[in-house]
């Protein structure tokens, strides 16, 4: 757990504390508004390129690789902060969010408010999936 | 998947994918000033249990039984409104937060920055760890 082969700083290597699989979980806030974008995973690998690029980076459990936010759609994460909670397992990301943070075109991945019956939709699509995705 | 002995709302049951040790993570963000106080687990127990009782319950994973929040420091959190992401693997859960979030007295677990050398504290103690569990 000490060495960093992926070059992420002794500091922070140390404060960190990656699961069993090697990831964390990141937590990305709108700089400003404050509004709760996502929540993702990432492994040492994005951290340090995230922290290089100034871009942020995930890693894609689903899919298994890193995962470059907005390499695809264009809707790209630009980090602005990094916290570390007390327990070093999950991270918080302040973000400066081109466009919408969700694959279905909402700002925010927490659409869904409950309200007491059931779930409802409560942000609206800003953004065609199909302008974002599709070809 | 489809039972839910602990008497989850049947269309929270179907929105929330529980991971294989039956958790989903949850987000603390106060309501009004947008702040993140902290990332905790909920098992489909805890999670009933908030929504009946309106005081936010989670699942220790170290302790490996509900938690009270505030049970023992009095720090309760009482929730506002509870939304799902769009893959159904994480909560926000907006709340109102007596006192502070964090075991280390600080108002949120986040408190530790990095300013591209190492990690600072960016929280002030607003209340002495001692007052909140000494004896």
Same mark, same amino acid.
């Given at each position: 757990m000490t060495d960093s082969p992926e070059g992420l700083p002794p500091s922070l290597e140390a404060a960190i504390n990656f699961d069993e699989r090697g990831l964390v979980a990141a937590i990305a806030q709108q700089q400003g %508004? $404050?509004?709760?974008?996502m929540m993702a995973w990432m492994n040492r690998e994005s951290l340090s390129e995230t922290l290089k690029t100034g871009q942020v980076c995930y890693w894609s459990r689903s899919r298994g690789k890193l995962w470059r936010k907005g390499?695809? %759609? $264009?809707q790209t994460q630009h980090l602005k902060s990094l916290s570390v909670d007390c327990d070093g397992d999950t991270l918080l990301l302040t973000v400066e969010q081109?466009?919408?943070?969700?694959?279905?075109?909402?700002?925010?991945?927490?659409?869904r408010q409950w309200n007491g019956q059931k779930l409802e939709d409560?942000?609206?699509?800003?953004?065609?999936p199909e302008t974002l995705y599709g070809r």
């Amino acid at each position: 757990m000490t060495d960093s082969p992926e070059g992420l700083p002794p500091s922070l290597e140390a404060a960190i504390n990656f699961d069993e699989r090697g990831l964390v979980a990141a937590i990305a806030q709108q700089q400003g %508004s $404050g509004e709760i974008l996502m929540m993702a995973w990432m492994n040492r690998e994005s951290l340090s390129e995230t922290l290089k690029t100034g871009q942020v980076c995930y890693w894609s459990r689903s899919r298994g690789k890193l995962w470059r936010k907005g390499e695809t %759609s $264009g809707q790209t994460q630009h980090l602005k902060s990094l916290s570390v909670d007390c327990d070093g397992d999950t991270l918080l990301l302040t973000v400066e969010q081109n466009g919408v943070a969700c694959h279905t075109g909402r700002r925010s991945c927490f659409f869904r408010q409950w309200n007491g019956q059931k779930l409802e939709d409560v942000l609206p699509v800003v953004q065609d999936p199909e302008t974002l995705y599709g070809r």
